[in-house]
C-alpha cells in the first residue's frame, strides 16, 4: 500500500507545480490555429505517442462534433505505413519531419510531446516547424531537454519519473482539451454536455 501512496503524493505534488498560464496558454494557441482553419500537428513516441493519438481523437470527434467548423487535427505517428518507410528508408530520426513536409503550412501549430524533452525525431520537427513560420509547443518532462527551450511555449512536468510526467501531460491536454469545448460552446457547459460533445448516448 505504501507504494501506491507514494506515487499519489508525488503526483499531487507535480500537479500543483504545473504552470496553469502555460496550459491556458495553449488552450488559446489551438484556439487560434483552429480560428484561423490552420492544421494543428501532434507526436510524439511511446507513451508520449500513445498521448498524441489519444487527444487527437479527442478533437476530431469530441470537441468538432456537431460543429460546421472542425478541428484540422493531425497525429504524426498515426500512419504506420508512413513510419515504417521512413524509417526503413531514410532514419527514424526523420518520421515527423518529413511529413510536415507534405502538410504544414505557415501559421500553422506544432506539438511535440517528449518526456526526455530530447527526442531527436521530435526536435527535428520542432526545428522544422520554427524555421517555417509554424508556431510550436512542448511537453516535457524530467530536465526539460532540448525541446523545452525551442518551443514558443511549453508544459513542463519537472520529475524524474516517466509514468508521473505521462500522466500529467495527458491530464494537461484534458485540461486543455474542456477548456477549448467550453470556450466553443459557451460557459454554460456542464459536465453532461461535455460528455455529449463526444457520445451521442449520454441522456
Same mark, same amino acid.
Given at each position: ?37 490552420? @492544421?494543428?500537428?501532434?507526436? +510524439?513516441?511511446? #507513451? !508520449? $505517442?500513445? *498521448? %498524441? ?53 505557415? @501559421?500553422?501549430?506544432?506539438? +511535440?510531446?517528449? #518526456? !526526455? $524533452?530530447? *527526442? %531527436? ?83
Amino acid at each position: 500500500m505504501s507504494h501506491f501512496k507514494e506515487y499519489i503524493a508525488k503526483e499531487i505534488e507535480m500537479m500543483h507545480q504545473l504552470d496553469l498560464d502555460a496550459i491556458e496558454e495553449v488552450g488559446n494557441m489551438i484556439l487560434a490555429c483552429y480560428e484561423q482553419g490552420g @492544421n494543428i500537428f501532434i507526436c +510524439g513516441n511511446g #507513451g !508520449s $505517442g500513445a *498521448s %498524441a493519438s489519444h487527444i487527437t481523437g479527442d478533437y476530431l470527434k469530441g470537441a468538432s462534433y456537431g460543429l460546421d467548423k472542425r478541428f484540422r487535427f493531425i497525429c504524426l505517428n498515426d500512419n504506420m505505413t508512413a513510419l515504417m518507410a521512413i524509417s526503413n528508408d531514410i532514419s527514424y530520426d526523420e518520421i515527423f519531419i518529413e511529413p510536415l513536409k507534405n502538410f504544414a503550412n505557415k @501559421n500553422d501549430l506544432f506539438i +511535440g510531446i517528449s #518526456g !526526455s $524533452g530530447n *527526442s %531527436a525525431n521530435v526536435v527535428k520537427a520542432m526545428q522544422y516547424a520554427n524555421d517555417n513560420g509554424l508556431k510550436t509547443v512542448a511537453f516535457s518532462g524530467f530536465k526539460g531537454g532540448k525541446i523545452k527551450d525551442m518551443a514558443h511555449k511549453t508544459v513542463y512536468v519537472g520529475i524524474n519519473d516517466m509514468q508521473i510526467v505521462e500522466d500529467l501531460h495527458m491530464m494537461s491536454l484534458h485540461m486543455i482539451f474542456q477548456y477549448i469545448v467550453k470556450k466553443l460552446f459557451g460557459k454554460s457547459t456542464n459536465e453532461k454536455s461535455m460528455g455529449a460533445a463526444y457520445d451521442k448516448r449520454v441522456e
